[in-house]
């Protein structure tokens, strides 16, 4: 068996075991030294005895029980290196399941990245659009620079013309003084075209301003006018509601058809004085279009007298004549939308109306029905009463015409029924003054109803709050489930890690078992010969075998360099280099365990976070992606619980 030593004593060969590391598929084969080698000292070691015993003292040396020990300790500890890498191919395969899985779920993503790249695409083609839609403006306005720089060249060439002009005068000196004075005189005519244009074109400037802060009010009016007419639509829609759900009690509605009748012509005043309230703002309008409008025309005849004596006027003349007729147009424009709005701002003003008599009559037409059946029960209840005196008085008046002979009974009769009329009529009295109060109890009844619907209602608001909370917490948890699914992910591999190093320590562990066992056979075989030595000179002298022993035995301790102290110290050595690997390997596994406990905790919590939702809660693609990971990181668990026993 492996780590066994033995030695036999005689003449029989020594035959000595050397235990080796375990491989991955089973038990190593003990290493045997060769018989020739072993074979060579037990000759000399037949030839005495006190060889044996100094073998056999080796053998049964402290240092050597304690290294043969450790490399049985080593052996184990292979054995549980090896069970570990079975798990480790075990774990392998789930881990290439789960790669498999994110495989598709990285499909799936592409999936999700093309359309991605599909939006983008079409907001490219929609930023190409703009780009066009910009370009475009470039040339408009690159156009209008052209036209700016033709007016310059032709500013130019009225001032070459103007240098002519003087080129001509000094020529001809005698019209010097009258070319000097139309030059003079047409210099101020040009600055006072230049001081009348610059004039115009402040003018124009302000107007322009004007205009687009019209249009900019057009635009605002257009707005409010679109909303309005969302909010009258969403009125019209609720009172076809309304009335889609009113049209069974319209029979009822004719009670209070008086009320009605008087909202309208409250509804008519109303609409009279909005109406003269447009008409007021319409002539305000009017009127602030007017004094405008004559603005613009004292532009163009200013535009007109600056530009009556020039060509390069009529271009400036014609865009004037352009912006008067898109001033027109817009105040045509505006013009009409305000009229729009403003019919439209009357008939939601008359809706709004409608809406709330409508309102007014629902409640009225709620107290007129809840008043009905009051008084309808108390119809009811006198009739009974009214029909049981008739039949009382009816029994009375027989009785009256078969007694006649009993007046004064009849008499006494008839006090009777008149003191229980009276009694009757205070009940009914009294019952009337309980409906009062009845009525008077119901009115905070009805507040509170009202009340406690708008409790509900803000109960209701309070619970979709706290569902929207709810939901951003599972999606909190669920990144925190993904971020602890990474964690232990990080943990496997980290457990893998611990792995190789375990992997590199048992190899250099096998490696160092075979370095010692083959340092024991040499030194075995060296103290082998060193006794061999040592019997050889005690058969000629004592003295002088000793000497010459001890001679012999220092010249081996030379030669070969090997000495029982030194061979001791090695071993010690190699023992605490030993006792360092085990402990290198004892942390490593404590920190797995560490690693593994902390990853059992986390799925724990996991699991109860899960098991505490309900049921479709977490129904989503991430959801799913975690309820994967969280199973194989419970399969991995049970798995390294197994292994780690």
Known sequence: MSGETTADEGPSPVVVTVPLPM???????????????????????????????????????????????????????????????????????????????????????????????????????????????????????????????????????????????????????????????????????????????????????????????????????????????????????????????????????????????????????????????????KQAHADKMQTLELQVHELKAQLIVACSNEDTRKLEQKEANEAAVRIKKLEDENGMLSGRVLTLEAEKLDLRQRVSDLVKCEEEKCQLEKQFISLKAEFDQMQVVMRRKSEELEAAASDAEAWRTKEAELLSYTQQQTDKLVAVQSEAIAAENKVQRLEAEYQPLSDRNSQLKEQLQHVQTELEAEKQAHKQEVQLLTRKVAEKQEAAEKAAAKLEEVEGECAVLKRKQQLGTKELARELQQCRKRLEQLEAGGSLGSRTNSSSSLEDSGGGGGGVATTNGVEPHLLIEHIGKLQTKNTKLNEKIEFLEEHSRTLLIEVQRKTKLVQELVMRQETGALSSRVYDLNKVRCRFSFNFINLLTQAWG
């Not at 052209?146 to 013309?161: G, H, N, P």
């Not at 009822?252 to 008086?258: C, H, Y």
């Open 23 to 281: 491989p991955e598929n089973g038990p190593a084969p003990a290493e045997e030294v060769p018989e020739d080698e072993a074979a060579a000292p037990s000759e000399d070691a037949s030839e005495s005895n006190n060889g044996t015993n100094k073998n056999s003292s080796i053998t049964e040396h402290p240092a050597y029980v304690t290294a043969m020990q450790e490399i049985l300790v080593l052996k184990e500890r292979v054995q549980q290196l090896d069970e570990v890498e079975r798990t480790k191919n075990f774990l392998q395969v789930q881990l290439d399941t789960l790669s498999n899985t994110v495989e598709q779920q990285a499909a799936a993503l592409e999936d999700q990245k093309s359309e991605a790249r599909k939006q983008e695409e079409a907001a490219i083609a929609a930023i190409a659009a703009s780009k066009m839609q910009l370009e475009k403006m470039r040339k408009e306005n690159e156009e209008k620079k052209r036209e700016l720089e033709a007016t310059v060249v032709r500013y130019a060439v009225s001032e070459q013309a103007v240098i002519k002009a003087k080129a001509e005068a000094s020529q001809h000196e005698k019209k010097m003084q009258e070319a000097k004075k139309e030059v003079e005189a047409i210099q101020k005519r040009m600055k006072s075209i230049a001081a009348d244009r610059a004039k115009s074109d402040k003018d124009f400037d302000a107007k322009c301003n004007e205009v687009m802060a019209i249009s900019r009010e057009k635009e605002k009016l257009r707005d409010e006018l679109h909303n309005k007419d969302i909010k009258i639509k969403w009125a019209q829609n609720r009172i076809t509601q309304e009335m889609d759900a009113h049209r069974e009690t319209q029979e009822k509605l004719d009670k209070v058809s008086a009320i009605v009748q008087q909202a309208q012509d409250d509804a008519e005043l109303a609409k009279k004085d909005a109406l003269a309230s447009i008409a007021a703002f």
